[in-house]
């Protein structure tokens, strides 16, 4: 499969969701090819750095309609590229973007389901609840870093969301673990959508895995970061992990 070439997009606004979450809306010419309905893919912002060279980040499309995307970014200080970026950024400034990659959606194949993420996932679970049918039952585990990135989400009424406040997110590996461990579980079979720092996956997919009463194919469980890394660095202990979570 050919990858499509990487398109400009301008910043057409910006606008915080929350206190550490904001909101980029991208768009431009390049976006009249743009394949449709592709929320919850992801895509590949490239940013230029000092030596002329481009650093690749991944983010979640969080909304998209004709002729633009909106990219959630999880702020945490201005150190890292892309939050710098993100901050930084102003209307009319373009970036270079790939993508668009595969939609990360939970298995419908299921009774109920549980979601479980922290803010690097949660526009990625935001649009998996906004598209499941009205019927679905479940829980959604949703760690943010103060009660002011509480935010209202589009979702069925059976999907009860248990929102856990954690002001210095990567540094406990057990705190949303803890939370699985406590819900009540349903009848049914059950699908699980987990997606968090490398530590937390990690305990979470163990967990999982020791149960006997989930489907390998109803599971999705990763990594979209990991807590001292950077993307580049943690992309390479993502592969070594799942190389050897494979082989075992």
Request: glycine fraction near 8%; hydrophobic fraction near 40%.
């Amino acid at each position: 499969m050919v990858k499509p070439t990487p398109r400009p997009l301008k910043v057409l606004r910006k606008e915080y969701v929350t206190n550490n979450m904001l909101r980029v809306t991208l768009g431009g010419d390049a976006m009249a090819d743009f394949p449709k309905d592709q929320e919850s893919g992801y895509v590949k912002l490239m940013f230029p750095t000092l030596d002329g060279s481009r650093l690749m980040r991944t983010y979640t499309i969080r909304q998209q309609r004709a002729d633009e995307l909106d990219i959630d970014f999880a702020i945490h200080g201005d150190s890292g590229v892309a939050c710098h970026w993100a901050l930084h950024s102003q209307p009319g400034d373009e970036i270079l973007v790939g993508g668009p990659g595969p939609k990360k959606l939970i298995s419908e194949d299921a009774d109920w389901m549980i979601f479980v993420g922290d803010m690097t996932s949660l526009p990625a679970i935001s649009v998996n609840l906004a598209q499941l049918p009205d019927q679905a039952r479940g829980y959604a585990i949703l760690e943010v870093q103060s009660e002011a990135d509480i935010q209202p989400l589009a979702k069925p009424g059976g999907i009860e969301l248990r929102w856990i406040i954690n002001a210095h997110p990567g540094e406990d590996s057990q705190s949303l673990l803890e939370q699985v461990k406590a819900l009540p579980w349903l009848d049914g079979k059950v699908a699980i959508w987990a997606a968090c720092e490398f530590s937390s996956m990690r305990t979470l997919r163990a967990y999982f895995k020791e149960r006997d009463d989930l489907e390998k194919g109803n599971i999705y469980v990763s990594s979209y970061w990991k807590h001292g890394l950077n993307e580049d660095q943690h992309k390479v202990e993502k592969r070594q992990d799942l190389d050897e979570h494979e082989a075992a």
